[in-house]
């Protein structure tokens, strides 16, 4: 399967795919979270090539609230943990795996996981020491892409 096949059964299975771009790791645009643009799926004409495309998934892994600028100033700290929510799989690879290795077996699954899959952390500080920490997970379908072409893996 070439590269062009392999982006163009992509774009049918209709999963969200995301565009790596390049600035800030987080912009205030709803749409650009650590550097990567979800694609719009109605407009697949204008997507870039395979080397900028991206699975992409982020959870919240919690923080610290409770800081405001109205501190009381009784000396004590009105910061409180706040607890995330829990890791989360990156569904759409599931997808993508269905669509091009519907046969592949657990370990196989396992290793490819480990091979293509980065899992990353940031932080988004807040106004009088509030912040929040996410968790993301991406998978370069490129990447993928190669490890399904040397595997042996793609039908």
């Not at 799926?41 to 090539?49: A, E, L, Y």
């Not at 829990?86 to 091009?100: H, K, M, Q, R, S």
């Not at 996410?134 to 793609?154: A, P, R």
């Given at each position: 399967?070439?590269?062009?096949e392999?982006?163009?059964?992509?774009k049918?299975?209709?999963?969200?795919?995301?565009?790596?771009?390049?600035?800030?790791?987080?912009?205030?645009?709803?749409?650009?979270?650590?550097?990567?643009?979800?694609?719009?799926?109605?407009?697949?004409k204008?997507?870039?090539d395979?080397?900028?495309?991206?699975?992409?998934?982020?959870?919240?892994?919690?923080?610290?609230?409770?800081?405001?600028?109205?501190?009381?100033?009784?000396?004590r700290?009105?910061?409180y943990?706040v607890?995330?929510?829990?890791?989360?799989?990156?569904?759409?690879?599931?997808?993508?795996?269905?669509?091009?290795?519907?046969?592949?077996?657990?370990?196989?699954?396992?290793?490819l996981v480990?091979?293509?899959?980065?899992?990353d952390?940031?932080?988004?500080?807040?106004?009088?020491?509030?912040?929040?920490?996410?968790?993301?997970?991406?998978?370069?379908?490129?990447k993928?892409?190669?490890?399904?072409?040397?595997?042996d893996?793609?039908?």
């Amino acid at each position: 399967m070439t590269k062009k096949e392999f982006v163009e059964k992509l774009k049918t299975l209709g999963v969200t795919l995301y565009e790596k771009v390049e600035g800030s790791k987080y912009d205030y645009d709803y749409n650009v979270r650590m550097g990567y643009k979800s694609l719009d799926p109605r407009d697949r004409k204008t997507w870039p090539d395979l080397e900028k495309l991206y699975l992409f998934a982020e959870w919240d892994m919690g923080g610290v609230s409770g800081g405001s600028c109205w501190d009381d100033g009784e000396g004590r700290d009105p910061h409180y943990a706040v607890g995330g929510d829990p890791e989360i799989e990156l569904g759409n690879l599931d997808t993508v795996l269905e669509a091009f290795c519907p046969d592949i077996n657990f370990l196989k699954y396992k290793m490819l996981v480990k091979e293509v899959q980065e899992v990353d952390t940031y932080c988004e500080n807040e106004y009088y020491g509030n912040y929040t920490n996410y968790g993301i997970k991406t998978v370069s379908l490129k990447k993928l892409y190669t490890y399904l072409t040397e595997k042996d893996m793609l039908e």
